[in-house]
């Protein structure tokens, strides 16, 4: 059988312990094992579960037969998988990895890629649809005070038909989400402005839309993007552990619909987001001062931002020229500062947000200031793209030489 870029498929593994612990038939989980198994990355990197079910730990699996602990869900993973890739394992430089990832995860790799952090030829990026994730602690407040459920027993959450559905052995409990959201719960406030709902910038997309029919909650929804992807599930296919039939008519419609209506919020709720400010930055400045007034310049936001790449920050420079003594500088000047280094290429990963102790809404700050550059030089973050960064593609340069 050859696979090519642009084919779809239903897919459900054929291993029997992964079948069922897997979500939808276990693809995912199939892939990675077969990738490490047969020597053809030195290994996985995938979400285990830590504490409880609210806790998705990222993990470097290199044994196959742990690759399974990776199956399943875990409800809040808002993991920065881009982060621990460049950071803790070398950006990839000394070992070949499959990452499952979400969009934001393989946008902000692309990001890296370009910037010379994150070797693309070591990594095989194993997308997963997105609809939008939820932060852990409101979330379980959130199942305690208005679902009324004990945390503990939920089994799944998922989206569907504007609802937010948590189920339980019990059964499902469905609230509209627009109006969890307006009160300030559901997903965080950068997915719901997410652009990239399928990752079509990853080697393949895999994800439950679009499967229908007796397949359906047994199958994943499988799309390949790049030669890499095809010739991995080529691989895997032959070698007999994932069983595919093409994805029918009906089946694709659905994906699209599902995909547009998310595509299509995510586009108003940017309109609200981005409104009174021209997205000039003094303009934006102006408008957040009173929030920034409360930064305790904790280096938080720069810790958690995948694209703060430089290894030796300028913002702890003892230098004498605007840090006097080595203090941290005024609160405008460290924010411009992070900014001239990765506003080009912020990826909306809302990151920054999740740790800011002050509450400060970091990514929706930068989300505005990306737009207007958006706008201004046509360059969008994290696409399969040459196209240069508009401010900081000399450093990538020569970080890549
Ligand atoms: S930003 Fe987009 S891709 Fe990332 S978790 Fe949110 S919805 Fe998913
Ligand atoms: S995380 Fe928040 S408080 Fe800390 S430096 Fe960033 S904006 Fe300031
Ligand atoms: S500025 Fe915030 S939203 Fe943008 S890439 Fe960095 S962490 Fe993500």
């Known amino acids: 059988m050859s696979i090519k870029i642009n084919d779809k ?11 069922r612990k897997g979500e939808y038939g276990g693809a995912v989980t199939t892939i990675m094992k077969y990738l490490l198994e047969e020597g053809i990355v030195d290994g996985v990197v995938g979400v285990c579960q830590g504490y409880d079910i609210y806790d998705g730990v990222p993990t470097l699996i290199t044994d196959p037969d742990e690759v399974i602990k990776t199956a399943g869900s875990i409800h809040c993973a808002t993991l920065n998988i881009a982060k621990f890739i ?5 950006g990839a430089r000394y070992m070949k990895l499959a990452v499952a990832c979400k969009p934001c995860d393989a946008m902000t790799l692309r990001e890296l890629m370009k910037k010379g952090n994150v070797i693309e030829d070591n990594l095989i990026l194993i997308g997963i649809n997105c609809g939008g994730t939820m932060p852990p602690v409101p979330t379980i407040r959130m199942i305690k005070d208005v679902y009324e459920l004990d945390p ?11 609802k937010l559905i948590v189920e339980t052995s019990e059964g499902e409990v469905g609230y509209s989400i627009e109006n969890l959201e307006k009160q300030g719960m559901g997903r965080r406030e950068n997915c719901q402005r997410c652009n990239l709902k399928i990752p079509f910038n990853a080697d393949l997309a895999l994800g439950n839309w679009g499967v229908v029919g007796e397949l359906e909650g047994k199958a994943t929804f499988v799309e390949v993007f790049s ?11 032959e070698a007999n552990l994932i069983k595919i039939t093409p994805s029918d008519e009906e089946g694709i419609k659905k994906r699209d619909f599902i995909n547009n209506f998310m595509l299509k919020e995510s586009l108003n709720k940017k309109q609200t987001d981005y409104a009174g400010t021209t997205g000039d930055i003094i303009d934006v400045f102006y408008k957040y001062s009173d929030e920034f007034s409360r930064c305790m310049k904790c ?4 810790e958690a931002c995948p694209l703060c790449f430089c290894k030796d920050c300028c913002l702890e420079a003892e230098g004498p020229e605007w840090v006097p003594g080595g203090r941290t500088p005024a609160a405008p000047f460290f924010h411009l500062t992070r900014m001239v280094h990765m506003a080009d290429a912020c990826t909306n990963c809302g ?18 200031v990306n737009n207007k550059i958006r706008e201004t030089y046509g360059y969008i973050p994290g696409m399969i793209s040459e196209d240069s960064l508009p401010f900081t593609d000399h450093v990538s340069k020569a970080k890549r030489l």
């Open 152 to 162: 503990a027993d939920v089994i799944r959450e998922e989206i569907s038909k504007g």
């Open 351 to 368: 990151q920054c947000s999740e740790v800011c102790p002050s509450e400060i809404p970091v990514a929706k700050v930068w989300s505005t």
């Open 86 to 90: 460049s950071k803790y394992l070398d």
């Open 227 to 237: 030669d890499k992807g095809a010739e991995v599930l080529n691989k895997v296919i």
């Open 9 to 19: 498929y239903y897919a459900y593994s054929a291993i029997d312990d992964i079948k």
């Open 299 to 302: 280096y938080g936001c720069r």
